[in-house]
Nanobody
């Protein structure tokens, strides 16, 4: 089992930055693949960024050049540094983990079994 706890969300003006954190508790092997996802009401959850235990990363086109995913093995915490935020980045952000995924599918929500409760990000224009 693994328990994920997100933090770091908030309200920011367009152009600003936020860093989301996802603390991982439990069996570390389950977090071999981890990702950040976001969802707005009425829309499907979408992948933003993902990372595997070999530190290979994958980003959605909307996140490339602005967001950076990273993993701190000592703190067992996943991060998402978000810069140059836009109003369309407004969403509930979730972290997710699983012991197995494929590189091609790392941004697919159905690849992940374990999910956090989410942290809200609101970007105003």
């Amino acid at each position: 089992q693994v328990h994920l706890v997100e933090s770091g969300g908030g309200s920011v003006q367009a152009g600003g930055s936020l860093r989301l954190s996802c603390a991982v508790f439990g069996n570390s092997y389950i977090s071999a693949y981890m990702g950040w996802f976001r969802q707005v009401p009425g829309k499907e959850r979408e992948g933003v960024a993902a990372i595997d235990s070999d530190v290979r990363t994958s980003y959605a086109d909307s996140a490339k050049g602005r967001f950076t995913i990273s993993w701190d093995n000592v703190k067992t915490t996943l991060y998402l540094q978000m810069n140059s935020l836009k109003p369309e980045d407004t969403a509930m952000y979730y972290c997710a983990a699983d012991s197995w995924a494929t590189m091609a599918n790392m941004l697919r929500p159905d690849e992940y079994t374990y999910w956090g409760q989410g942290t809200q990000v609101t970007v105003s224009s």
